[in-house]
């Protein structure tokens, strides 16, 4: 037989072995220990900023760190799928609900919010660039990503709960995972000097 048909019968072989588990993924993920957990303090975190409950902005910190130190450690625990549905579906946040958890964030963090950070520390020294943080913005942006994806994983279609399972953990990967880490440096330093 020539080896070209042979590499083609090899491919089309495991291209049909592929199909199956990928459909099979989907659940698999979501009856981990690891994706149950972080759904677990995914909503946790959105509920502490919805409640508005954080009496000081010291405590508001404080608790905001130990919710970011969880969703970081689980974010990276998370198994990436091989790729979304093609059904694409929307989700938009109330944007009133939105706004409000913004503001409370904003008035919970006092003199809590800005803060230096190196944007590359891995980059050759000429490339390092210092940057202003700004912890409204990263705990507003997890908030954002982790609630709208939490709308989308709430949604009945099975198209909808994959989109979810992939989006949690992309989002993570490309997006929050930075805002996440910065946060959490910057919070412990705010804490240090606050003592």
């Not at 910190?61 to 969880?70: A, G």
């Not at 399972?165 to 929050?176: A, G, I, Q």
Request: proline fraction near 2%; charged fraction near 25%; charge should be negative.
């Amino acid at each position: 037989m020539d080896i070209s048909i042979v590499t083609i019968i090899s491919i089309t072989a495991i291209e049909n072995t592929l199909s199956l588990p990928e459909k099979i993924l989907v659940s698999k993920i979501i009856a981990t220990n690891e994706f149950t957990s972080f759904i677990d303090a995914a909503k946790r975190y959105c509920s502490f900023i919805e409640s508005h409950e954080a009496e000081t902005p010291r405590h508001f910190i404080l608790q905001s760190q130990n919710h970011l130190l969880s969703l970081y450690n689980l974010g990276n625990c998370m198994i990436l799928m091989e790729e979304k549905s093609d059904q694409k579906i929307e989700v938009k946040l109330d944007e009133l609900e939105f706004q409000r958890s913004l503001h409370f964030i904003a008035d919970r963090l006092w003199d809590y919010r800005y803060y230096w950070y190196v944007f590359d520390p891995t980059a050759k020294k000429k490339d390092a660039g210092i940057v202003y943080g700004d912890l409204y913005e990263d705990l507003g942006a997890i908030y954002k990503y982790l609630k709208q994806t939490l709308l989308l994983y709430g949604m009945k279609s099975s198209e909808a709960k994959q989109n979810a399972v992939w989006d949690f953990k992309w989002n993570f990967d490309t997006h929050w995972s930075g805002h996440c880490a910065n946060a959490i440096c910057a919070i412990h330093y705010f804490l240090q000097k606050s003592r």
